[in-house]
């Protein structure tokens, strides 16, 4: 496997330190995922309340052939190159699709988590063992002045999950108008963005009672404690969810049940916790056709298609 980019310890060291040393205090969701945070984001992906994985596969499966279609080129072949793209599941599904039709083209899946990657590579080795993979680990921003590297063919780039999600307003646009800035006029933008539905439904996806959502967001204080020997009592922190019908906003906290003192070792910080204080660690944006609309004028691309599943809960646009 090929690992050129790594995300930097010095990142993760300079992030936490700022901010828990802002008010209100946040961490970046990017830091749920290791090899725990990896398998706890399974784990979510495979219940019925995380509604988007089943609405993905429903449309990936369900237009297989049409999405299949738009990405091919008779000619030359072409790159395909996935951001974030954990356990590639719902990927499978078009990878088969195109390998079984005669598609000339490489698979370049790339993810933040070194474990996820290794992980997807060896399975593709196992399932589809003539499929020509090349695996890269690194986060979003960083891998995207690379994609400039792949235009001696078409590219389409796809990035499923709705993982830009993640990202508030701004930052997406900035994401988007770097992967435009990538694109020649014959490549494509493949993105899974999840819709503005009944609030409930949208609650319940983030707030289990297994307790599993709960468990991803304290990975973050659990890596703290690990790698920069923090002294966090996940115990003592809760869960909290809130979502904003309005904005379409999710937002995942983790709150403080009492006044506490945590010491982080390898940050030399004290951090002073008052009881019911927060962190906010998440956003996870939910959207409409206006919003995805505003956002590709924003950033410069165009709506070609748009695909639906049968509740309407999920949609996957494709740019130019
Ligand atoms: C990866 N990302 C799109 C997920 C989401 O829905 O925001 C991460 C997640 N957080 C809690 N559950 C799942």
């Not at 609650?203 to 709960?214: K, Q, V």
Request: glycine fraction near 6%.
């Amino acid at each position: 496997m090929d690992t050129k980019i790594k995300p930097q310890l010095n990142t993760f060291k300079t992030e936490i330190f700022e901010g828990l040393s802002s008010f209100p205090k946040h961490l970046s969701s990017k830091y749920f995922y290791d090899k725990k945070g990896d398998r706890l984001f399974q784990e979510i992906m495979a219940m019925p309340d995380y509604y988007l994985t089943g609405c993905e596969f429903e449309i990936l499966s369900t237009y297989t052939e049409t999405i299949g279609e738009y990405f091919r080129d008779r000619e030359n072949g072409l790159d395909l190159i996935e951001l974030g793209a954990g356990d590639g599941k719902k990927t499978k599904v078009l990878l088969k699709y195109m390998a079984e039709n005669n598609f000339n083209f490489v698979y370049k899946p790339i993810d933040i988590s070194e474990n996820a990657v290794e992980l997807l590579s060896n399975n593709l080795a196992h399932e589809m063992p003539t499929l020509n993979v090349d695996a890269e680990v690194g986060e979003y921003f960083e891998v995207l002045e690379r994609l400039k590297g792949f235009n001696k063919r078409k590219k389409v780039i796809m990035v499923l999950g709705s993982n830009i999600g993640n990202l508030k307003h701004p930052r997406a646009i900035e994401f988007l108008s770097k992967l435009k800035d990538t694109m020649l006029p014959e490549d494509l933008l493949f993105m899974g963005f999840d819709q503005k539905k009944n609030p409930l439904t949208v609650l319940n996806a983030y707030n289990d009672e297994a307790g599993i959502t709960e468990a991803f967001n304290k990975n973050v204080l659990a890596r703290i404690n690990r790698e920069l020997g923090g002294d966090f009592d996940l115990e003592k922190f809760k869960h909290w969810e809130v979502y904003d019908p309005e904005t379409g906003t999710a937002k995942s906290f983790l709150v403080a049940t009492e006044a506490m003192k945590i010491t982080i070792e390898k940050l030399r910080l004290t951090v002073n916790f008052e009881q019911w204080e927060t962190i906010h660690t998440e956003i996870s944006q939910k959207y409409d056709d206006k919003i995805v609309n505003w956002l590709a004028e924003e950033s410069g691309l165009i709506i070609e298609k748009s695909f639906t599943d049968s509740q309407e809960y999920y949609k996957n646009y494709l740019f130019r």
